[in-house]
């Protein structure tokens, strides 16, 4: 059987799909990780008095109960460091805009498909698509 070998440019365009990717990627998690959810704002002071009402119950519970509030305590370290790991918007904004419309077309996203996502039509017409795509 031969041996197939793929061209520098069927290469350049793997390339190139993955670059693409990531930077779509990156912009839609950075987008819903930060996006505003309904009621009170946690911070990471009103989280740490949390933990610290789940440590003190911990001690006294019985063990089904102690579990529970091992895995919520847990949770909440977990909230603590999301809160404290602040994406560059800057950067993966530059990102999707110079490459979300090239991936949008090869991957056939459409305008409303975006905006359902979240992104703003503002984000959009930056990156370049248009709601006839």
Do not use: C, N
Request: hydrophobic letters at 40%; glycine letters at 6%.
């Amino acid at each position: 059987m031969a041996e197939r070998t793929m061209s520098d440019e069927h290469k350049a365009a793997i390339a190139a799909g993955r670059i693409e990717a990531a930077a779509v990627r990156d912009y839609l998690e950075a987008l819903e990780t930060h996006r505003p959810r309904p009621g009170r704002k946690q911070t990471a002071e009103s989280l740490t008095a949390k933990r610290d009402a789940v440590d003190a119950q911990i001690a006294d519970a019985k063990p089904i109960k102690r579990l529970l509030l091992m895995q919520e305590r847990r949770d909440i370290e977990a909230a603590i460091e999301a809160l404290q790991v602040e994406p560059d918007m800057a950067s993966v904004e530059a990102g999707f805009i110079e490459h979300a419309s090239s991936y949008g077309q090869r991957k056939g996203v459409q305008y409303a498909t975006w905006r359902e996502f979240g992104v703003t039509p503002e984000m959009l017409a930056r990156a370049g698509i248009t709601r006839g795509q």
